[in-house]
């Protein structure tokens, strides 16, 4: 019996242990740099990229559908993360946007959350078109000019994502239609990056401290 219990640890306890890193290994590596040098956003003034961790959105005129992406967006990944003053959401929108039903959603949003660092950025379809296009990304906007994926951008406006995802090879944004997508993958990204500059932070006050 002895024998056995032996040969079972020698055997399976490596299994186990490889297993354990493998599924774990994402979690502890830095998030991918996509796409360096976005634009700063220098057709406003209420909100920058630079030295923020930021969620971009493009909001589009389709506020029936958009809304319910901004509550799942709100559910999955705002709330858990909301107390880093450093994370922001920052959507732009077209001028062409019924700001009744946009106030109406975000008002409906206020009473589950703090939607402080929430910024939407109305501006003209030419500065969002630019915008989006400077991720360099897969992806298109809608007739509507906007898009149901989202992005992340790191305080040195990097595009961050994945480069080696199972689903689609290089993840560039989010679709923030798909729950699934934002549980399974955005929430991990996010905390990865947080991660990431809270142990940068660390290091630098411990070099300062020697």
């Known amino acids: 019996m002895k ?16 297993l354990f ?15 360096k040098d976005i634009p700063e956003l220098n057709f406003t003034n209420e909100v920058k990229l ?9 909001l589009g005129t389709t506020i029936e559908r958009d809304g319910g992406d901004l509550f799942n967006l709100n559910q999955k990944i705002f709330k858990s993360f909301r107390e880093f003053n450093d994370f922001q959401f920052v959507y732009l929108v077209p001028e062409g946007i019924d700001d009744a039903e946009l106030k109406s959603v975000l008002d409906e949003m206020s009473l ?14 030419e500065n969002i078109n630019n915008t ?4 360099n990304s897969s992806y298109t906007l809608s007739q509507d000019g906007g898009s149901p994926y989202i992005f992340i951008i790191d305080k040195d406006r ?13 993840l560039y944004g989010y679709d923030s239609s798909d729950i699934a997508e934002l549980a399974n993958k955005m929430k991990d990204d996010v905390k990865i ?4 500059y809270r ?6 006050n411990a070099d300062r401290k020697n």
Request: hydrophobic letters at 50%; a negative charge; glycine letters at 6%.
């Open 193 to 196: 990056i947080l991660a990431e």
């Open 132 to 135: 989006f296009e400077s991720l």
């Open 158 to 170: 990097s595009l961050r994502g994945r480069d080696d995802d199972e689903d689609y090879g290089v």
């Open 3 to 18: 024998k056995f219990l032996v040969l079972g640890v020698l055997f399976i306890l490596p299994i186990v242990a490889y």
């Open 50 to 58: 630079q030295d923020k961790i930021t969620v971009l959105g493009f």
């Open 199 to 204: 142990l940068a932070l660390k290091k630098n």
């Open 21 to 35: 890193f493998a599924s774990g290994i994402h979690n502890f590596a830095k998030l991918p740099i996509i796409e």
């Open 112 to 125: 589950l959350t703090d939607l402080s660092n929430w910024y939407f950025i109305k501006t003209t379809q």
